[in-house]
């Protein structure tokens, strides 16, 4: 298949196939992400604190501040990753609905991202006692996985995500390109702080390929600098700026892998057989921007799944049960020590 191929509908069908009883879409909790993130960046933006404020949802960027920089750790979003909060939910909102024991839940994670494997055992992502998720496959490993079953990948046809968790924007779509977590966030954070929702939906000041990428936005007659950054030596040149007063960032989105998770460590090898022109961060990322731009609803805050949930159960973002189960915290960890 193509790089860059979108092959959702049949990664639902294989899953099943291998034996799932649900599959769920995980871009929904990146809309979560972007609710909570857009919620906590607009209370800090108008209270002038812990500026920039930094996006916590790469785990691999995450483990390295906190081995690095613990001093700037104030500047990191409380938000959990969308693949934790996703977890958290099900254990908990979607357990309740569908009167299930969450004990008896077993919740896979299939990630672009090694580092979640980490992520996920970490004592803060837990809830009564229990994980948020309890295992994380990479997409390589679950490419293995599908051959190993003898499924004919191509040959499938597609299956919709189930319900009620199935459903997520072009904003929830691009979280996996550099710069997306930024502009989805922006997308929220203008129709917030305007009260309406405003035609702007592009950022194209945060879109392509450059490690880092610089850029003053207005949104609601307020400019705000921003930055996103990919890679990790990216990350230090910002956080070595921060650290030493010579920027005045107020919304910082860090990736620790170089082009974000269309280039994570878990994802399909380039194979010696593509041609070394071919740009495979490229592709990956006008795939997402194209399911972006095809989606009939663009904005986190306008997925309908969204507004039952914090309807029905979470009350609205930043609630102390938002707080509870989507939000976390950080600690300086020595190098090495796991
Ligand atoms: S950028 Fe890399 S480390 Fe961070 S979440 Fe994506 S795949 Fe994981």
Known sequence: MKIGSNVTGQ?????????????????TGADFTIMEEANEFIERFQNNDNLPMITSCSPGWVKFIEMNYPELLPHLSSCKSPHEMFGALLKSYYAKKEDIDPSKMYVVSVMPCIAKKFERQRQEMKNNGLYDV????????????????????????????????GEATGGGAIFGTTGGVMEAALRTAQDTLTGESLEKIEFEAVRGGEGIKRATVNIAGKDIKVVAASGLANARTILEEIKQGKADYQFVEIMACPGGCVMGGGQPIKSSKIRSEIDVRKLRADSLYSIDEKSTIRKSHENPVLKKIYEEYLEKPGSYRAEKLLHTTYQERKKYNI
């Not at 040959?155 to 319900?163: A, H, P, T, V």
């Open 134 to 165: 309890d295992n994380v496959i990479t997409t390589r490993e679950l490419a293995r996985m599908i051959k190993q079953a003898n499924i004919d990948f191509v040959e499938l046809e597609d299956s919709k995500f189930d319900e009620p968790m």
């Open 11 to 27: 990664m639902v069908t294989a899953l099943k196939r291998l034996g799932f009883d649900r599959v769920f879409d995980t871009n």
